[in-house]
């Protein structure tokens, strides 16, 4: 057995640094713009083994077990989802359906600010809601590019857009880890989060069209995006507070698009906003090719139907793989878990992380059936063949998909071995603890450890399993409310999402703007932080000035 240790220097502020340097050379390497990002992740995994093993004192064969756990919890299951959302979409474009989606689209608004809403947004939220882990950035990503976005706005505001519903993503997987961790009632949990991230829920609309269209295109449209946000936030509140945690995203995206689409049929801007770049230097421009007139023709019913089926099977298929009734009886007919030796229950997660010494697990759970990327393959080879797409044809598109993502899912396996890694060895546990370390403004800064979790792990669900433990612990010893900050850990997580390495790069996958991933987090980055900060006082004022726990607890 190995002990972690989160003061391996004698010294919480020299611990500290040394615990930031991996993912502080990850993100600069990338953010330079000189560095591809296989390349600025393979040497992040490298640096992250010397600091595991040569400063905390990880076992050299657990430190590079650790790493090769990640390289293939990478590719299975978050790889396996970009690999085929983009194969669909190739589908979709090679047979002309996506033709007929972008006149559809184009048919509800012509506005791109206000297609962002519904594509962004709404749409994204949808696919947060029914599978996550990466699903709704690849998807809405891949629909901006092929309306004619540019790379920068496709990417970057789709991962803008993926913040508010990623706390209930997945059917509410964030809410159960976190229940999982801390022993409290995942319901009672949900309904805390659904106190605090309905303000973002009206806000992130608005911020997304502002960082697209400026100050002044985001006023020009500001009833559109205030219904958006209502329509979402408002249901995501009584959803999360009065039926389950379950089902929020699902309930909150149908009522959020559908009011958009019926108050479009009423309302119009009075003057269209066609551009496709980002106001501003949008330099993401100059690789984009000539693009085409939208055509105006209007569809018909027949051409409606055949725009959205294989949009339509993928929303069926998602609610399908999303149920836990699903993964039970998929899990019991096909699962391989592999414990990986001399790491699996070998290393103990030690107080004041967890309550008292914890073996860490460390099993590959392959469990091809119920991952949400067969569920996708599923559903792009059914709307393949309902498109009359042959075989032949298929494996085709697939073999082009695969050339077209390699270097991609390189990079992706290669982020997660560095996540694996630094909480196998403790290195992320002892940059929480700096942030437990904060006293009276542990609220404000509590909620940013959620923040950091995400932009370590890729993950609200795994931020929340890594740190939520920790919060209840904290808040406790200092006379906050456990739920207050085990909530704010998941709310405060959702905005590391569109700086996470991962993310970035399906982003970049998915609008085929490889090797620009310096160019996206550059984008995202101050946008990341700031909206953090505002959960963070958010947090705060729920702490000191309005204690909502009391509310949720009656």
Not at 82 to 98: A, D, K, S
Not at 131 to 144: D, E
Not at 212 to 222: H, L, N
Not at 448 to 461: E, M, P, Q
């Amino acid at each position: 057995m190995w002990n972690q240790i989160y003061d391996p220097l004698h010294s919480p502020v020299l611990s500290t640094i040394a615990a930031a340097i991996p993912v502080v050379t990850l993100l600069v390497l990338i953010a330079s713009g000189r560095v591809k990002a296989h390349i600025a992740a393979v040497v992040a995994v490298i640096v992250t083994n010397l600091i595991a093993i040569f400063i905390f004192t990880m076992p050299a064969n657990m430190s590079l077990r650790a790493s090769v756990l990640g390289i293939v919890t990478g590719f299975f299951p978050i790889g396996w989802i970009v690999l085929n959302v983009i194969f669909l979409y190739q589908v979709t474009v090679t047979t002309g359906r996506f033709e007929l989606l972008k006149r559809a689209v184009g048919g509800v608004t012509e506005d791109r600010r206000l297609q962002l809403l519904l594509v962004a947004f709404s749409f994204g939220a949808f696919f947060e809601g029914a599978s996550g882990f990466g699903t709704p950035v690849a998807i809405t990503g891949a629909v901006l590019i092929g309306l004619g976005f540019s790379p920068l706005a496709a990417s970057g505001l789709s991962l803008i857009a993926n913040t508010a519903p990623v706390a209930y993503g997945a059917l509410g997987t964030p809410i159960q880890g976190l229940a999982s961790v801390t022993g409290l009632d995942p319901y009672i949990l949900g309904a805390m989060v659904g106190r605090q991230l309905p303000f973002f829920s009206l806000i992130v609309p608005f911020w997304v069209v502002w960082a697209f269209a400026g100050w002044r295109g985001m006023k020009d449209v500001w009833p559109a995006i205030l219904v958006t946000g209502v329509c979402f936030a408002v249901p995501q509140f009584v959803i999360s507070n009065y039926v389950n945690p379950w089902i929020v995203d699902i309930g909150a995206s149908l009522i959020s698009m559908g009011g958009l689409i019926l108050f479009l049929k009423v309302w119009q801007p009075k003057q269209l906003w066609l551009s496709p770049a980002l106001r501003g230097r949008d330099e993401s421009t100059s690789h984009m090719g000539a693009t085409t007139p939208l055509d105006k023709t209007p569809l018909t019913q027949a051409e409606l139907w055949s725009a959205l089926l294989p949009w339509i099977i993928v929303c069926i298929v998602m609610l399908i793989w999303g149920n836990g009734a699903f993964k039970t009886w998929a899990n019991s007919i096909f699962t391989w878990n592999y414990a990986v030796p001399e790491l699996h229950q070998m290393i103990n997660k030690m107080p004041p992380v967890a309550a008292k010494p914890t073996p860490e697990g460390a099993v590959f759970a392959f469990t091809y059936l119920s991952f949400t990327g067969t569920g996708m393959l599923i559903a792009a080879i059914v709307s393949g063949f309902l498109m009359g797409v042959g075989p032949g044809r298929l494996l085709v598109e697939y073999g082009r998909t695969i050339r077209l993502c390699a270097i991609s899912l390189i990079t992706i396996s290669a982020m997660l071995a560095i996540g694996t890694l630094t909480r196998l060895s403790g290195v992320d546990a002892t940059l929480g603890l700096a942030f437990a370390a904060t006293g009276v403004l542990y609220p404000f800064f509590g909620t940013l450890l959620g923040w950091l979790g995400v932009a370590l792990t890729g993950s609200d669900t795994a931020s929340n399993i890594l740190f939520g433990n920790l919060q209840k612990i904290t808040s406790q010893q200092i006379g906050l409310s456990p739920i207050l900050m085990a909530a704010a850990n998941s709310s405060g997580g959702v905005m590391g999402k569109m700086i996470d390495a991962q993310s970035i790069v399906v982003a970049s996958t998915a609008t085929r703007w490889y090797g620009h991933e310096g160019t996206i987090l550059r984008f995202v980055f101050w946008h990341s932080i700031v909206l953090a900060c505002l959960v963070g006082v958010l947090v705060t004022l729920q702490a000191y000035v309005y204690p909502f726990t009391e509310l949720v607890l009656k």
